[in-house]
T-cell receptor, first 112, second 113 residues
Framework: AQRVTQPEKLLSVFKGAPVELKCNYS??????LFWYVQYSRQRLQLLLR??SRESIKGFTADLNKGETSFHLKKPFAQEEDSAMYYC??????????????FGQGTILTVHP | ETGVTQTPRHLVMGMTNKKSLKCEQH?????MYWYKQSAKKPLELMFV???????ENNSVPSRFSPECPNSSHLFLHLHTLQPEDSALYLC????????????FGSGTRLTVV
């Protein structure tokens, strides 16, 4: 069974501080990990995916298979980063038709 | 509108009503999904359609009935719902087994009274 855990429901930081949103997963297959973000009054949108190893809006995330984690990090948070963030797990083997298991989400608030 | 469009945005229905939710995408994606988002719960997968064929039914009650007439349209037919079915219903689409992630619609906020 697939499972995604985001241990923090709420996370508050000050502008310019580093931020890390935690995500742990449980999956016996080949994992594919994503971070999605939902800004206020906007739809849920893809932020980044582990396979592309990219940095989007200053955020990065590294898949650590040993620790089964995919934490989202940004060295200097901005007020516009305030949003709900979801970690999602899929199957990299292409056998699950792209279905994703989502974590419960973390609300990030960046104070001025 | 580009991307994934869901209608209606809001829906209030009685437990004896029949209604349908509509999702439309013109991104050329070959898979479409229905997810349910309830308060204090993670997004729950309901149905997956790949190339217009239902490939996943995630133990969803029969009062929810999906339909995918073509690769651009997805419906969720609702009948005799319960108040606990009140939630945000999200449609998403993807290409290539979701390797590039989903494009989500804005959702339909459903209230069952």
């Amino acid at each position: 069974a697939q499972r995604v855990t985001q241990p923090e429901k709420l996370l508050s930081v000050f502008k310019g501080a580093p931020v890390e949103l935690k995500c742990n997963y449980s999956y016996s297959g080949s994992p594919e990990l994503f971070w999605y973000v939902q800004y206020s009054r906007q739809r849920l949108q893809l932020l980044l995916r582990h396979i592309s190893r990219e940095s989007i809006k200053g955020f990065t995330a590294d898949l650590n298979k040993g620790e089964t984690s995919f934490h989202l990090k940004k060295p200097f948070a901005q007020e516009e980063d305030s949003a709900m963030y979801y970690c999602a797990l899929g199957d990299a083997g292409g056998t699950s038709y792209g279905k994703l298991t989502f974590g419960q989400g973390t609300i990030l608030t960046v104070h001025p | 509108e580009t991307g994934v469009t869901q209608t209606p945005r809001h829906l209030v229905m009685g437990m004896t009503n029949k209604k349908s939710l509509k999702c439309e995408q013109h991104l050329g994606h070959n898979a479409m999904y229905w997810y349910k988002q309830s308060a204090k719960k993670p997004l729950e997968l309901m149905f997956v359609y790949s190339l217009e064929e239902r490939v996943e039914n995630n133990s969803v009650p029969s009062r929810f009935s999906p339909e995918c007439p073509n690769s651009s349209h997805l419906f969720l037919h609702l009948h005799t719902l319960q108040p606990e079915d009140s939630a945000l219903y999200l449609c998403a689409s993807s290409q290539d087994q979701g390797a590039y992630g989903y494009t989500f619609g804005s959702g339909t906020r459903l209230t069952v009274v």
